[in-house]
């Protein structure tokens, strides 16, 4: 009686396992579209290969100077902050994709299929990642060429460069919670850029913060941000973890944890 009792218990647990790995292969297949989207449509890519050369070449060029006396010693400062504000920035596409998806009704033709229904949220963010890799690396790449040796040593840049990676990964749950949501791609771009832009330009990102007014400091001093961009500084250029590695970590938690059960029950509801 107790071996049939426990049957129903144990088919339970393998019907989870089950759903799990199918969830799981599912998602991963829908992340294969869209490295596959990015490989028959190139130009997806340039705002994470245009962007971090663009980006670093002026701003290191028309602050360099004036902040830090010459271009090479700008660079410490400058290389971390724009590599932040790239691939933060890049997060945006994840949202703006999802609601492109939804509007021509690809995810429609999802539904007909015999496939977990998380998987196409799930595949798309984990094909982002891969936009976040190719931006970290180039911005890397740029200050080399341009004369940016990391003190801290090859360690200490790839995981700065992981840090950076993860926290895009986990903002980008914001913007996907807006492409479900908002009615139009251009409205996510739009509703997007309005969060990021002063999020990144009113942070320590390109300038100290003690060079800025009384008034601005106290936000660009809380501003998550800047304790980003001070975490890869101390990661590249000293070689340390400090205070703002683990401050940057428990923000990127706390956003996975509010935002992602909103966007997936926003998502189930729309599909």
Not at 8 to 16: F, H, I, K
Not at 128 to 136: K, L, M, P
Not at 142 to 161: D, K, S
Not at 206 to 225: E, H, R
Request: proline share 5%.
């Amino acid at each position: 009686m107790k071996s049939n009792a426990m049957l129903p218990a144990a088919e339970s647990q393998l019907r989870n396992k089950s759903s799990f790995g199918k969830a799981v292969r599912n998602s991963l297949t829908m992340a294969y579209r869209g490295l596959l989207k990015i490989r028959r449509t190139p130009e997806q890519l340039f705002d994470v290969t245009l962007q971090p050369i663009i980006f670093t070449l002026m701003f290191t060029y028309i602050f360099g100077g004036a902040i830090s006396g010459d271009v090479k010693s700008y660079l410490p400062v400058i290389i971390p902050g724009i590599l932040v504000q790239t691939v933060i920035s890049t997060s945006i596409v994840t949202g703006v994709q999802l609601r492109e998806d939804m509007d021509k009704g690809v995810f429609d033709r999802f539904k007909s299929l015999p496939i977990a229904r998380i998987a196409p949220l799930a595949g798309a963010l984990l094909a982002d990642s891969i936009r976040y890799t190719i931006a970290t690396v180039l911005t890397f790449l740029m200050g080399y060429l341009m004369g940016y040796r990391p003190e801290g040593g090859l360690g200490y840049v790839v995981i700065a460069g992981l840090l950076v990676i993860v926290c895009s990964w986990c903002v980008s749950w914001i913007f996907a919670f807006f492409g479900v949501i908002a009615r139009t791609a251009s409205s996510v771009s739009g509703i997007s850029m309005i969060i990021l832009f002063p999020l990144t330009f009113l942070s320590n990102a390109f300038v100290p913060a003690d060079t800025l007014p009384d008034w601005l400091q106290w936000f660009v001093k809380i501003n998550p941000i800047s304790h980003l961009v001070t975490a890869v500084r101390e990661l590249v250029n000293n070689g340390s973890i400090g205070w703002d590695l683990t401050a940057s970590l428990i923000g990127a938690v706390v956003i996975v944890a509010v935002f992602a059960p909103f966007t997936v029950r926003a998502y189930m509801r729309r599909i």
